[in-house]
């Protein structure tokens, strides 16, 4: 993939984009060998390569710069703003909207915010699309004073990206390091951006976590789901469920007799799996917001069969010893830090790991995700 940004200097962020990228496929799938190397049960499925380019659904912008001059991207190591609004990792949709942004930045008079100085209040702009192009955008701001700004553009900025469909004022309040804040305001009459996924219609709202690269994700959502399919348990409990993506698509899978229970700590992304399920009339299947080891700790329940897609950290001691002492006689395991997986596999013993894929959720950079079945000995 060419990159003028990378090429002139002006964005490192893609460290393997020189590499050829079958190399960084097959680096990938040698690394997760490597790492599963003490498992040698593992029957390994053809990873599964990305679209090099224009897959990113999601970009954070950091807005700096003047109202009249702003720069749209990334921040340089003396928080010199970095323009990436061309950067071929987006898809389509979200470049032709960057200068449309850029634009309502200049007529709102918008002022970005200086990290160096601590002054100003347009922080990032975070905006995502979907397959069929609609967009969702959210203005990270320091506080509510630019609120009625924002607000009086929102006919001209509909009028220019007639495919938007939810915009947001997201309030970080504080100097830190973060890309956005716990408070939002939505200013549309849209709350969700639908997000087509592998003949799902799934429902994002503005601060609910999804996977950057829809196709990847659809993916990975199947290949779990056909192991679902094929161990047809009565019972199934997908954590750190996000908006329900393993669960939904499970869910398809199984008779009307089996249940299907998503956890997820995010009361947004609950949300939103509970109105994919009423859209598509879904039975047998529930979403509730709680933490993913609080509830196997305190529910008194096991089910026949679970899905987990921790954070990078994994799931960490608790859940792992409870998992070794469940009796559950198949896990799927999805994670995007193999090392904290194989941390976590060492913790559950009576498990041992019998298919696994590579899923390359980022072309052009270290990270992966992986998907693996285990099997209790």
């Given amino acids: 993939m060419n990159c003028h940004y990378y090429q002139a200097g002006a964005c490192r962020s893609c460290t393997l984009i020189q590499t050829p990228y079958s190399q960084q496929l097959a ?4 690394k997760a060998q490597q790492l599963l190397a003490p498992w040698p049960s593992v029957s390994w499925h053809p990873p599964v390569a990305s679209a ?49 942004l850029e634009e309502l930045i200049r007529r709102a008079k918008l002022t970005p915010y200086s990290v160096a100085q601590k002054k100003g209040e347009l922080k990032n702009i975070l ?94 959502y199947q290949r779990g789901a056909s192991w679902v399919k094929q161990a047809a348990p009565a019972s199934l409990w997908d ?24 956890i997820e700590i995010s009361t947004e992304a609950i949300a939103s799996a509970q109105r994919t399920v009423a859209e598509a009339g879904l039975s047998g299947i529930d979403f509730i917001a709680q933490d993913a080891t609080s509830y ?35 896990v799927v395991y999805s994670s995007c830090n193999v090392e904290s997986f194989v941390k976590d596999l060492a913790a559950m013993p009576s498990y041992r790991p019998v298919e696994g894929q590579v899923m390359d959720m980022f072309p052009h950079s270290s990270h992966f995700e992986a998907i693996f079945r285990l099997e209790r000995i």
């Fill in 296 to 330: 196997a700790l305190e529910s008194g329940q096991v089910p026949q069969m679970l899905v987990m897609n921790p954070p990078r950290r994994g799931i960490g001691q608790q859940l792992a010893q409870w998992v070794e002492a469940s009796g559950i006689e198949q």
């Fill in 27 to 30: 680096s990938k799938q040698e």
């Fill in 127 to 220: 905006v995502t699309s979907s397959d069929r192009g609609q967009l969702m955008v959210r203005f990270v701001l320091r506080s509510k004073k630019l609120l009625v700004a924002i607000r009086s553009q929102l006919d001209w900025l509909q009028g220019q990206l007639p495919q938007l469909e939810v915009v947001s004022i997201n309030l970080l309040r504080e100097h830190v390091a973060l890309v956005e804040g716990p408070e939002e305001i939505i200013l549309t009459q849209a709350k969700t951006l639908p997000m087509q996924v592998g003949g799902l219609t799934l429902h994002l709202r503005p601060q609910s976590f999804f996977q950057t690269n829809t196709a990847i994700a659809s993916a990975l």
């Fill in 239 to 262: 954590l750190y469920c996000g908006v329900g993506g393993f669960a939904l698509f499970a869910a398809q899978q199984l008779g009307p007799d089996s249940r299907v229970t998503g």
């Fill in 52 to 100: 090099q380019e224009d897959f990113r659904n999601k970009a954070k912008l950091v807005v700096t710069g003047s109202s009249q001059q702003p720069k749209l991207g990334i921040l340089g190591p003396k928080f010199e703003g970095q323009d990436l609004r061309d950067c071929p990792l987006y898809t389509p949709q979200i470049r032709q909207a960057i200068p449309v």
